[in-house]
């Protein structure tokens, strides 16, 4: 099992990497698309379909909402499955205006609006997580196949421990961090880069910063 513990794994990974000051958007809707269009895509591909809605001043979802579905997927193309994501976008647009936009949803309670982005169709965990903490500030941490992947080097999780509970594990073990918004969002943040770049598939031990304490390097 490995030496460090969760938090001390932030600060571990925060002091090589430093601040991430992700998720880089302009607005919390442009958070809301990006979480939508990220899924099985690199960023820099989303990054080129947020630039075509800008572009097309179709940023907005009113827009989106009102555009025919075949020119959303054409804007939406370099993000890859864009038919697909065209159609899931449409539907977080129609339910954001449905639940009066960003000012009213500000103020649902953190668990209710977890649960009314988990009933949109296309909307999963991760995807909602990303929303409530990127876009509306919440304190909630997100489980990806990277936190995955170096969880389970390290010991942390033996095995495809269900999302739900590997969150509040994390989230737990910050009970007593009062800026758990900064803390969540830099970790996320750190993990994407360091099992990006260093704990690969194939990880890449001889350049990890964590080998001193990953009594599991290399599996």
């Known amino acids: 099992m490995s030496t460090v513990t969760i938090p001390r794994l932030f600060d571990l990974l925060l002091q090589q990497y430093g601040q991430q000051y992700w998720w880089p958007a302009q607005s919390p809707f442009e958070v809301i698309v990006g979480a939508v269009l990220t899924q099985n895509t690199a960023w820099t591909n989303v990054e080129k379909a947020i630039t075509n809605l800008k572009s097309a001043k179709a940023l907005s979802a009113e827009v989106i909402v009102a555009a025919p579905m075949r020119r959303v997927a054409n804007w939406l193309k370099p993000s890859g499955y864009f038919n697909v994501k065209a159609k899931r976008l449409r539907h977080v ?5 449905e639940q009066g936009g960003y000012k009213k949803l500000c103020r649902v309670e953190t668990a209710r609006l977890r649960v009314s982005l988990l009933s949109v169709h296309g909307v999963g965990r991760e995807t909602a997580d990303d929303i409530l903490l990127y ?5 909630v941490f997100v489980i990806d196949a990277y936190t995955r992947r170096l ?6 999780i033996a095995g495809a421990e269900a999302y739900d509970i590997l969150r509040s594990k994390v989230e737990r073990s910050f009970a007593r961090r009062k800026t758990k918004v900064m803390v969540f969002n830099e970790y996320h943040a750190l993990i994407v880069r360091h099992a990006k770049n260093v704990c690969k598939v194939k990880p890449r031990c001889g350049e990890c910063c964590l080998t001193a304490v990953c009594a599991r390097c290399g599996v």
């Open 135 to 139: 876009a509306f500030q919440r304190p």
């Open 151 to 156: 969880f389970r080097r390290l010991g942390f």
């Open 93 to 97: 647009c129609l339910w954001y205006l």
